[in-house]
């Protein structure tokens, strides 16, 4: 009787000094998260990576930066993260339809998953619900972009009968599609031509990918003297403005606003001459970044669902103001 009642309590003992240790050696040594990016060498990602960094070594937590530029990439990534002893991984994918086949590799190997910036699509083309999503609020933003230019073209004084509108588009990716709408939207609620809205489909969401998508359309409207750019990111604007650079139009015929406020837009500030790029609309990189790798290191560790859709708003950065907005957003 004494004995096991003695036992009892040993191993009532046992449990009781056992239980935080477990909980402790979970949530701060065993938790390890990939992070994904379709463009690693853009300066959005690079922040993006940091910021997850950072917030792992704050919270306790490792995270593994990756890229995945394209299928094999991805899941040759996520092979590797499963044989590294990650649970789980944030990612921003080079192609949203994707979605599919990187949850049934994640599935497989018991791994959870959060995408940032740009959502999941099913074989139908709808967002992927079941899958925690973080990324700007597309349409919103995107009118912000629309406002600024309208805003400039009336500071300078242009007629808008008399402007052409260079749109960069990438019809793939829903959040560009929401972003350059949202920016079509705006400027025709200001009174801008649809019709002098031309459109130059880019390959790639970057500056060449731009650049080239960019060169042709201005040739062939060569009439226009005047001309403002738009499209998904900042990094896509800069290649329109260095195409009207190399067609020969002077930076104060020009108006470009982009979307980001990440290093490629402070470079563009720094220079001495103003360019053709006039703003961009910054979001938080840092933000996104922290944030999602922190909600996936709660879910792994804490079973904390995180949440299903978060929308993040952006402040219009100018030449004029880019260091104070910088610091305000954590950049
Ligand atoms: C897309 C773009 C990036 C950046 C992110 C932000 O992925 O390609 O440049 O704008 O969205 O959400």
Known sequence: MRLTHSL????????????PFAAQA??????????????????????????????????????????????????????????????GFVICPPDVRLGPAIMNRAEQYGMKVITVDDQFVTSSGEPMEGVPHLGMSGTKIGMQVGEAIAAEMQARGW?????????????????????????????????????????????????SGAFSAASPV????????????????????????????????????????????????????????????????????TMHGRQTAEDLYRWIAEDEQPPANTETTGTLMTRDNWQDVREELGL
């Open 218 to 285: 201005l040739s062939q409207r060569g009439g226009f003297e005047h001309w403002v750019i738009y499209a998904l990111n900042e990094e896509s604007v800069l290649g329109g403005v260095r195409a009207t650079e190399q067609y020969g139009l002077a930076p104060e015929n020009v108006i470009g606003v982009g979307i980001n406020g990440s290093g490629a837009a402070f470079a563009e500030f720094s220079r001495n001459n103003p360019t053709g790029f006039h703003g961009t609309v910054a979001v938080s990189s």
């Open 159 to 207: 007629d808008m009968d008399e402007v052409a509108a260079l749109r960069i588009t990438n019809n793939e990716l829903p959040t560009a599609v929401e972003r350059t709408d949202g920016a079509t939207q705006a400027l025709i609620d200001a009174g801008f031509p649809e019709a002098n809205i031309f459109d130059a489909p880019q390959q790639s969401t970057d500056t």
């Open 26 to 87: 979970q949530s701060d040594e065993n938790v390890k998260i990939g992070f994904i990016v379709k463009k690693p060498e853009q300066a959005w990602f690079i922040n993006e990576q940091q910021a997850a960094t950072a917030a792992g070594e704050e919270l306790g937590f490792q995270v593994v930066r990756l890229g995945g530029e394209d299928g094999q990439e991805v899941l040759s990534a996520i092979d590797n993260l499963y044989s590294q002893g990650a649970q």
């Open 8 to 19: 009892a309590r040993l191993a009532l003992c046992s449990a009781i000094m056992m239980a």
